[in-house]
Nanobody
């Protein structure tokens, strides 16, 4: 059974940092685009960052450019999201997801292209 498990969420003050981790089990996603999404209460889930196999291609939402960095370690079947200069508007449940097609770099960060999801990890940023 394919499974993605996120960790690393927590509560921080504005300006702080967190590093989220996502580990895959039951399958390898080394050839898939991996991405982080987030969903705040009362809002739609949105794409935050995506990374292609090997880490050579990345994509960020405008709201996090320059503050968040996505990376991956295919040997560990893991994806990470380093979040710096966190702001209250970054408060959300963060989800890791795998793109449904291997060998394709997804630039869109649209939910519909991702078919494997983790259970989420909560990030809360206080002012």
């Amino acid at each position: 059974q394919v499974q993605l498990v996120e960790s690393g969420g927590g509560s921080v003050q504005a300006g702080g940092s967190l590093r989220l981790s996502c580990t895959a089990s039951g399958d390898t996603f080394s050839s898939n685009t991996m991405a982080w999404f987030r969903q705040a209460p009362g809002k739609e889930r949105e794409g935050v960052a995506g990374i292609y196999t090997g880490g050579g291609y990345t994509r960020y939402a405008d709201s996090v450019k320059g503050r968040f960095t996505i990376s991956r370690d295919n040997a560990k079947n893991a994806v990470y999201l380093q979040m710096n200069s966190l702001q209250p508007e970054d408060t959300a449940m963060y989800y890791c997801a795998a793109y449904s097609r291997s060998g394709v770099f997804d630039m869109s960060l649209r939910l519909s292209g991702y078919n494997v999801w983790g259970q989420g990890t909560q990030v809360t940023v206080s002012s």
